[in-house]
């Protein structure tokens, strides 16, 4: 057993003559039990077994949206990628992740889940959807948030309470998107079809330097200029 010289130490530990200090995995203190008048090995041995399992882990959430078109219009169905990255020098036992949002008009498939462990150093890997409401108002600007997440309820360890269990910190993630109408993309002569036409639209709106038009914005990248229209030519084409 080690032996600790530092008063300040034994002060914030509330250190007594025949303490039994427990720490956990990150070097901070769990509790400390006093075996002057006899040892509980049962005892001992729960309190290292919620130290092995519950020891809080740093965690870096990151959350991806899974498909290409991006299209964020109401009803719409989008996958989502989560990576729980540990970057504990320990494993992460029941470690996760859990998502809210800024809007009651999304929907997640799975709010929150767990690895049964996530070894150190490495990411654990999930997927889950979102749904966008039917009563989405388009222009709205929807945030999803990722933070990390324990297998149950998180409260405060006190006085060796070996049944608690604390959340794991670290970074969390956020990704962002506005609500689109349900028009077809390319579609800005709003003829419910993508033809030459169009292309003449945007090609016009480029030209006489007029406002933003979102349908007209095949690539997404918020202007309208040339590479829209080889997007929409390489639509009709093929």
């Not at 349900?182 to 406002?211: A, C, H, P, R, W």
């Amino acid at each position: 057993m080690p032996l600790v010289v530092d008063s300040s130490t034994w002060i914030n530990w509330n250190a007594e003559q025949r303490d039994l200090i427990f720490l956990d995995k990150n070097g901070n203190f769990f509790c400390n039990i006093n075996i002057t008048s006899g040892f509980d090995e049962q005892d001992i041995v729960d309190k290292i077994s919620h130290l092995y399992w519950n020891t809080t882990a740093n965690l870096d959430i990151q959350v991806n949206f899974n498909d290409s078109d991006n299209i964020f219009i109401p009803g719409s169905i989008h996958p989502l990628n989560i990576s729980v990255i540990n970057n504990s020098l320990f494993d992460a036992h029941y470690a996760g992740y859990l998502l809210s949002s800024n809007s009651t008009n999304i929907q997640f498939v799975n709010t929150a889940n767990w690895f049964y462990v996530v070894p150190e150093n490495t990411i654990g890997v999930d997927n889950t959807n979102i749904i966008i409401g039917d009563n989405a108002s388009v222009g709205e600007e929807i945030i999803i948030y990722a933070e990390p997440n324990h297998i149950n309820d998180c409260e405060d360890c006190e006085d060796c309470e070996i049944n608690c269990n604390e959340c794991h910190i670290g970074g969390n993630s956020q990704i962002s998107f506005s609500i689109t109408s349900n028009q077809l993309i390319g579609d800005v002569n709003l003829d419910n079809s993508l033809n030459v036409l169009d292309v003449v639209v945007i090609v016009n709106l480029i030209l006489n330097e007029e406002n933003y038009n979102e349908l007209a914005d095949m690539n997404s990248d918020g202007s309208i200029n040339v590479q829209d229209i080889i997007v929409l030519i390489n639509i009709i084409l093929n």
